[in-house]
């Protein structure tokens, strides 16, 4: 039987990076939501790629017990082999020193992530007929994980299923099939929207996307100064697109992050 979560820290793990300062915004955005709850005792972020690194993490929280939540879009190698290193967790439950941490799945498999997508789309292409759009959801795409592809996948069946009725809801990707600057080919209605499946905004969804979608060139300004989430609609291949920012932006998925606590404790600690 765990502590109450008032005596419990939670921990959102990020990825993180050195080039892009930005890139943590939304976690400590997340992180300060649910700190203004006062559900837990402390809310801490750590990173892969910034300080705090994972390393430090445990050596800046009090509490004995954390629940340790990674905020990434998909189970891969980071979720399954590096934060379980960095973290010496060896299980959903693992005594370190002198703690209890307590690893929830990511936050990018969670049933919700599928409703929020859609209220992403239908927010970015206001007034748009569903029953003549398509929606993209737009992952990295890699070989190195199967995995990393299925939660954008389960998204797409998801969303196919809502009340939403979108003419077409479908996956694409960086760099694996089906690609996604094939997307004019891939949609047959007059409208696209375009929803990049990432935690935060960064190389990929500045420009990265844009490029392959057509309406941004592969030189030009650095990508934090980029307006591109902003000058939607474009007109392109004879159709209307709209483009999102990254989903791990939207204020809501710290809702999903405490939803994510909850199943924790349901499902390895109810007993």
């Known amino acids: ?8 820290a939670l921990l959102i793990v990020g990825h993180g990076s050195t080039e892009n300062p930005d890139s943590s915004t939304p976690y400590y955005n997340h992180a300060d939501e649910i700190r203004k709850r006062g559900i837990f005792s402390e809310v801490h972020c750590c990173f892969w790629k910034e300080e705090p690194s994972m390393r430090e993490a445990l050596y800046m929280i009090d509490a004995k017990e954390i629940y340790v939540v990674p905020d990434f879009i998909s189970e ?36 919700a ?18 029953e003549e759009t398509t929606v993209f959801i737009v992952g990295h795409g890699t070989a190195l994980n199967a995995k990393s592809a299925d939660s954008i996948k389960d998204q797409v069946k998801a969303l196919e299923e809502s009340a939403i009725p979108y003419a077409s809801v479908q996956e694409a990707f960086m760099e694996e099939e089906p690609f996604i600057k094939d997307w004019h080919l891939n949609a047959t209605t007059p409208n ?39 000058n939607n609609p474009y007109h392109l291949q004879d159709k209307t697109l709209y483009y999102s920012s990254a989903i791990g932006t939207e204020p809501l998925l710290a809702d999903v992050i405490l939803d ?9 600690l109810s007993a």
């Open 76 to 111: 891969g190698y980071f979720t399954t082999e590096v934060i379980p290193r960095e973290l010496e967790m060896d299980g959903p439950i693992t005594k370190v020193h002198g703690k209890t941490l307590y690893y929830t799945d990511p936050l990018g498999i969670h049933p």
């Open 1 to 8: 039987m765990s502590a109450p979560l008032h005596e419990c």
């Open 192 to 230: 696209v929207v375009v929803v990049p499946f990432f935690i935060s905004d960064g190389l990929h969804s500045y420009q990265d996307i844009p490029v392959m979608l057509g309406f941004e060139k592969d030189e030009g300004l650095a990508a934090s100064q980029k307006d591109v989430f902003r």
């Open 113 to 130: 992530m599928s409703g929020i997508i859609g209220k992403r789309a239908q927010n970015v292409a206001p007034g748009v007929a569903p």
């Open 260 to 268: 994510l606590v909850s199943d924790f404790q349901t499902e390895h």
